[in-house]
């Protein structure tokens, strides 16, 4: 009588210790701290890519007003589509990519630049 309740309570107590079988989780933490990854991105290799800084255009050349009527100027801060290319593209400053999608807007509704792409 005592083989059977050591046996019973053995077997209900290990679920609870050891938990889901199945799971992996103990795999990952015995594997220990990962490698270095290389330097250069996934495809390892040589030296790390250097992204430069982007200055803002307007600052640079001191241009405190976009004006709507310089369309030429407006037409390189515009897409293929039609899009008022966004400021991490551009590296336009806030104030000026403000001012800029205003004038965009400004000349788009007179007429001198195109609300969609030409197809």
Not at 15 to 40: F, H, K, L, T
Not at 59 to 78: A, G, N
């Amino acid at each position: 009588m005592a083989d059977e309740t050591n046996s019973t309570s053995t077997a209900a107590s290990a679920p609870a210790q050891g938990g889901y079988q199945g799971s992996n989780s103990g795999e990952r933490s015995s594997s220990g701290p990962r490698p270095p990854r290389p330097a250069g991105g996934p495809g390892g290799g040589g030296r790390k890519f250097f992204r430069r800084k982007k200055v803002c255009k307007f600052c640079v050349e001191k241009i405190d007003q976009i004006s709507y009527r310089d369309v030429r100027l407006l037409q390189q801060f515009v897409a293929e589509r039609g899009k008022i290319t966004p400021r991490r593209l551009t590296g336009v400053c806030t104030t000026h990519q403000r001012q800029l999608s205003q004038a965009i807007k400004q000349a788009r509704n007179i007429a001198l630049l195109p609300f969609a792409a030409k197809f």
